[in-house]
């Protein structure tokens, strides 16, 4: 997945954990169980241009639970915490994606999904376990997700992405690119590309719009004098 947004979509994620719990299964039975279980809260607002708002509060608390049978020696992964979050996230994205507004959130903010520390908890109780038993380990939490839709957001993206080409280099003019818009027709232009052209030339490379007069007065008498006395 692309950690870049799809969509201006303005996205609030918060969790907490409520539980963790590991229980040991019969000696030599396999396989592990890790079962998480969510609480998920849905909030939208819609903001419009002009100051509109409207928000919808959440109707039903969304109750979750994903099973996993984990391969032996899946104490292993629980001991892991890094490994384990990672499992968790996916599971939770592969829960919860695909519903509207989720689609593009960024992969940070699904990271926001799962409680901060959690794997750490779980590595607790796993840490010192015996490979040759089987476990259930329950994951509980919350999560909430605040989803705005906002047309400032989105119009701002639409003026970033439609940013046109440098007339010169007919390259895109990236937000973090060294561009210079005209002063008098706003063709907009690299930098370094219109500093070449206007080596050979005073007018806008596109509409031909003449510069020469942005050159300060005292600056072309000091060229004149120069010429003079060099009897260029
Ligand atoms: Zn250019
Ligand atoms: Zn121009």
Redesign the pocket.
Same mark, same amino acid.
């Given at each position: 997945m692309e950690d870049a947004p799809a969509m201006p979509n303005v996205f609030e994620v918060t969790s907490e954990t409520t539980g963790v719990e590991l229980i040991d299964g019969p000696h030599g039975g396999f396989p592990t169980d890790l079962l998480i279980q969510f609480t998920f809260v849905r909030k939208h607002r819609w903001i419009g241009i002009g100051g509109q708002i409207k928000e919808k509060q959440p109707t039903s608390h969304d109750f979750r639970a994903i099973a996993l049978r984990l391969d032996y020696p899946a104490i292993n992964l629980l001991q892991d915490g890094e490994s384990c979050r990672t499992l968790i996230r996916q599971s939770v994205m592969n829960s919860i994606d695909g519903l509207g507004e989720t689609m593009g959130m960024p992969l940070s903010h699904w990271d926001k999904a799962i409680p901060e520390g959690l794997e750490s908890l779980i590595v607790e109780l796993a840490h010192d376990k015996p490979v040759d038993r089987a476990y259930r380990c329950e994951v509980n939490f919350t999560l909430n997700i605040e989803f705005s839709y906002c047309e400032g957001a989105a119009l701002l993206q639409g003026c970033i992405l439609s940013a046109r080409e /440098?007339y010169? /280099?007919l390259?895109a003019l990236a937000p973090s690119s060294n561009v210079m818009y005209l002063p008098e027709c706003t063709h907009c232009?690299?930098v370094d /590309?219109i500093s070449k052209c206007f080596k050979k030339s005073a007018t806008c490379p596109a509409c031909r719009q003449d510069y020469y007069h942005l050159i300060p007065e005292e600056y072309k008498r000091l060229g004149q004098n120069m010429r003079a006395n060099d009897g260029v």
């Open positions: /440098c010169v /280099c390259e232009y690299h /590309c």
